[in-house]
């Protein structure tokens, strides 16, 4: 997907996360999907924009892969510190 973005100079494509309750193809995806699709085809409303839940779950999502890459870097600079006192 990367690739594509890029290819024939197209540099103004955009990609954004959209969170799982707000993809209407959950329900062609999975077997126990999200309703979304039922939701805009019963209403016949579907929107673009981002909503104030997306943008929550947007920026709850970025907080906690902030935090597992903290956590994963405290974890290695742990190892490699252990391996430099064996060393010695």
Known sequence: ?????????A?????????????????????????KLSEVLAENLWSLRDSEV?????SDAAARKRRYRQRISQQREAVESARRLQRG
């Open 11 to 35: 540099y103004t494509r955009m990609i954004r996360w959209v969170p799982g309750n707000e993809q209407i193809a959950d329900d062609l995806m999975k077997l126990m999907g999200n309703n």
């Open 54 to 58: 997306a943008k929550t779950l947007r």
């Open 1 to 9: 997907m990367k690739e594509s973005l890029h290819e024939n100079g």
